[in-house]
């Protein structure tokens, strides 16, 4: 079976744009996390979707947003790009939204904003 | 509110030595899980071991072994027989098990190399 994927691997923006990230998770995986990952840091949770509704958000601004499709897969936006948005992004797939559920994670995209 | 310390920035061992990863965790959760992931230079997370707070034997998982100790509140990770290709950023995660939805809360990481 496929692991979780994740499109585009990198890409390079400018401040004030917009940008958006997407996330295929594992077959029969209905849940999808999005973490963040500056350089020297661990992940920091952004959010959480699990049957097409949001059911966790960590401490980032409205300019992130997210989606999730009828097919599981999801969608990380990104209004008016700041600096500090450089970073690894992060999807990660589980076979729930509850407890103890393992979470398998994609590669990731590299965002640079310049 | 969870957290992870991971005060090693980087660690580095011969190979085919055993090497330890320290974590230690902070939480006010009787329920919660413990888990390791290996960040290759690539960037994907690889899920290595887990532990409940509730397991009372330590979790092993072929090389990799958890070290847990809850009354320090740590859940060291040993690597046994190191490898040329375990080289990479090593995170100590947790999460709340009482209820649902909770995210992963990582700690800082360490850098991990190994020495032919």
């Known amino acids: 079976d496929a692991g979780v994927t994740q499109s585009p691997t990198h890409l390079i923006k400018t401040r004030g744009q917009h940008v958006t990230l997407r996330c295929s998770p594992i077959?029969?995986?209905?849940?999808v996390s999005w973490y963040q990952q500056v350089l020297g840091q661990g992940p920091q949770f952004i959010f959480q979707y699990y049957e097409k509704e949001e059911r966790g958000r960590g401490n980032f601004p409205d300019r992130f947003s997210a989606r999730q499709f009828p097919n599981y897969s999801s969608e990380l936006n990104v209004n008016a790009l700041l600096l500090g948005d450089s970073a690894l992004y992060l999807c990660?797939?589980?076979?729930?939204?509850?407890?103890?559920?393992?979470?398998?994670f994609g590669p990731g995209t590299r965002l640079t904003v310049l | 509110a969870q957290k992870i310390t991971q005060t090693q920035p980087g660690m580095f061992v011969q190979e085919k030595e055993a090497v330890t990863l320290d974590c230690t965790y902070d939480?006010?959760?009787?329920?919660?899980?413990l888990f390791w992931y290996k960040q290759p230079s690539s960037g994907e997370m690889i899920f290595l071991i887990y532990q409940g707070s509730y397991d009372e034997q330590n979790a092993t998982e072929g090389r990799y072994s958890l070290n847990f100790q809850k009354a320090r509140k740590s859940a060291n990770l040993v690597i046994s027989a190191s490898q040329l290709g375990d080289s990479a950023m090593y995170f100590c995660a947790m999460r709340d098990l009482n209820s649902g939805n909770t995210p992963l809360v990582f700690g800082k990481g360490t850098r991990l190399s190994v020495i032919a």
């Open positions: 990660a797939s589980s076979r729930l939204a509850g407890v103890g559920n393992e979470q398998f």
């Open positions: 077959s029969g995986h209905k849940s």
């Open positions: 939480t006010s959760d009787q329920s919660y899980g």
